[in-house]
Structures are given as C-alpha cells and as structure tokens.
C-alpha cells in the first residue's frame, strides 16, 4: 500500500513594500552602509561581484522582484518571500528548485548587531549574492538533492533514529559551510558564510581574531562538530573554492548512502520535531 503524504502548501507570500516603515527603511540605511567597508575588506570577491551584479540599493529595502530580475538570467536562483520558518526538507527542496526562501522583514534599528532569526538583510544582504556565482548555485542546488537522498533512505522507510543523524550531520555541514564558511583566496583567507557576510562585529572576527580556529574543512570533523548560534563561532573551517565545496558535498551524498552518517555526535543542533517530520513526509512537500 502507498504510504499517505503529508500535502504542505506553498511556503511563500508576497513583499507587500508599502508596510515597510521609514525606521524600516533606516536601519537598512544604517546596516549597508557600516557594512561595505567590511564587505570590500573580508569578503571572497564571488560576493563582492554579486553585490555589483544585483544592484543592491544601499537606500532603500530591495524588492525581491528586482532582485529577481537580475538574479535569474545569471543562475535561475530567485528569492521568494517568507513569513519567517520553513521545515528543512521543505528549505532544502527549495534550494535543489533554485528558489531561495527569503524572510522579508527587518530588525528593528536598536538590534542591528544581532538577531538571532534571519532578516531581509541577511537574506537578501547575506545569502542571495553568493546565488549569482553558478558553481556556488550548483552547490545548493546539489545541497537540496541531498535532502531527497536522506528521504529516499530513511525518511520513506520512516527510520527516525537514520534521519535524525543524517539531518543533524546536514545541518552541521550546511552551518560550517553555507553559513559560516573561509575560502582560500590569492589574496588571503575571505569570508563567503553568510552569517558572517551579514554581521558587523563577526566578519571581521571571523578573519582577524586570535580566538577563532580555522582549520581545512575535513568532512568527519565537521558533521560530528556541534555548534551554538548564540555567540561568535569559535572555530571555522576552510575551502579552497567553491569546486571544492561542491566535491565535498557529493561526498557528504556518498557518505549517506554508505551509512556514514547514522551515528553522528550526538549534541547541537537540536532538530524540532517539523524537521524531522518534513522529511519523513518528504514527497509530500512542495517548494511551488
Ligand atoms: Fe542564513
């Protein structure tokens, strides 16, 4: 008998501009402007030349519709607004369909330093110029392939104690890459973790701090290395580009399907039970 599918509707809504505040406006102001010198100074030149590939306004909150309209002839990427959470297989399938599930509100301007939920400006500031560079899009595009490979070997055969370890070793991945990552650079070791690309304090930390570790990315230490999201990273992990990152992710696909990933360290993160769900009901989610 066919198992039963969950149907989970579309996760998106619409920017609707005009409820955005003239304080709104201002702390977008603020966050751009303090950031460009830090973004030109740490930043992998892939982000730097999204930036300019966008035309991000430095005035005014982007619509995501403009930024679309740069964004897809170059990658097929598109951000698409949310309301704020969606559950991981869903963000993940969202990424292999080339849609970025882009949170549209923003901090208020007393909290520009830290927020610790994704805002209009570490999504769109953050995540979406990394999505004008292909191979980085063709990573998360392979990224969300990944989640459908966890479905296919433990989320249909409703093996929770599998899919739990392969969704934690995924997002540990994800957080010391996607989020948090140093790339080698002719020019030195530059940041390409969005978490990093959209916090004042951290970006500069992240390369100059004595008290951060950064060692070469090794896959058995980083799918087995919890993290905690509520102070800097102490310890970061590097790439060589984002080829290399690509290699790695295939590796990460190889590893679960070998059974490599079923016992992972246990600790941080801790996985909600809609994560965990969303993948056992994989198929029946959408990212339309
Ligand atoms: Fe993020």
Redesign the pocket.
Known sequence: MPRQSAIVESPFIQQNYDLYTEADQEAWRRLFARMLPRWDRYANSHYLEGIHALCLDPQHIPRLEDVNRFLRPLTGFQAKAVSGYIPAFLFFDCLRNRSFPTTITIRPPDKLDYLPE?DIF??VA??VPMHTDPAFAETLVRFGECAHTAVEIAGNARDVHRLTNIIRAMARFFWFT??FGLMRSKQGLKVYG??LL?SFGEIEHSIDSPEVQRYPLQLEWTINQGFEINHYQPLLFIVDSFDHLFSLVDQLEKWMREGRLDNVAPGEPVLSEHDIESFLSGSGSHCA
């Open positions: 994704p570490h999504d953050g995540h996607i989020e969005r978490g959209s």
